[in-house]
């Protein structure tokens, strides 16, 4: 069955630092979605791309944080400077459409701890 | 704008007992609503997706159930392996997919 690849699993940074994750979306699929997930609350979308161009980066703090999607297939979110409040797990998933008819696939995460 | 809640927070039952999970939204224009599994370090699991009020999907002991106001996750004769988070998100209308989650029902079966 096809996955949503995301690296690193963990990620641990000193406040003040650079840190960036890597999702490589299903094959074909057009639409892409970086969310972030605070322990114990549901995903919150940061950015989604469709294609190469954003389409939604309301909620991305745009002081801090950076998304790019450069030839349409996979993507890498950037934090810098990280702060403490960034500890989350950062989810990417991918979609056929911007509809979702089939569902959303997410990867499995990249858990960041910032001290 | 979009708001999803969920009840119980936390449900725990033994194997075997049927319950349901509840989910209430208020959303401008229901295009779907989202059932995901997710276990603990690990990402949502897609379930089910429901578009409009009467409809119903089963997988396994699983049936999501939608109104116009909330969704049911109806899970019968449970098992341990059922031990996971269950979120629901809607999606409103628009080329801007994004899914508005709620904050889940953790539920715990115990032999």
């Known amino acids: 069955e096809a996955e949503v690849a995301q690296s690193p699993r963990y990620k641990i940074t000193e406040k003040s630092q650079a840190v960036a994750f890597w999702c490589d979306p299903i094959?074909?699929?057009?639409?892409l979605y970086w969310y972030r997930q605070i322990l114990g609350q549901g995903p919150e979308l940061l950015v989604q791309f469709q294609d190469e161009s954003v389409v939604d980066d309301s909620q991305l703090p745009k002081d801090r944080f950076s998304a790019e999607r450069l030839k349409g297939v996979d993507s890498t979110l950037k934090i810098q400077p990280a702060e403490l409040g960034d500890s989350a797990m950062y989810l990417c998933?991918?979609?056929?459409?911007?509809?979702?008819?089939?569902?959303?696939?997410f990867g499995s995460g990249t858990r960041l701890t910032v001290v | 704008e979009d708001q999803v809640t969920q009840s119980p927070e936390a449900l725990r039952l033994q194997e075997g007992e049927s319950s349901s999970l509840n989910c209430s939204y208020t959303?401008?224009?229901?295009?779907?609503l989202f059932w995901y599994r997710q276990d603990p370090g690990k990402g949502p699991e897609f379930l089910f997706t429901l578009y409009s009020a009467g409809e119903e999907k089963e997988k396994e002991r699983l049936k999501a159930t939608l109104t116009k106001k909330e969704s049911f996750l109806h899970i019968t004769a449970p098992k341990p392996e059922d031990s996971a988070t269950y979120l629901c998100a809607v999606q409103a209308p628009g080329t801007a997919s994004k899914l508005t989650f709620g904050t889940g029902t953790r539920l715990q079966v115990t032999l």
């Open positions: 094959s074909g699929h057009a639409t």
């Open positions: 998933a991918s979609s056929r459409n911007y509809r979702g008819d089939y569902g959303y696939t």
């Open positions: 959303v401008s224009g229901l295009r779907g």
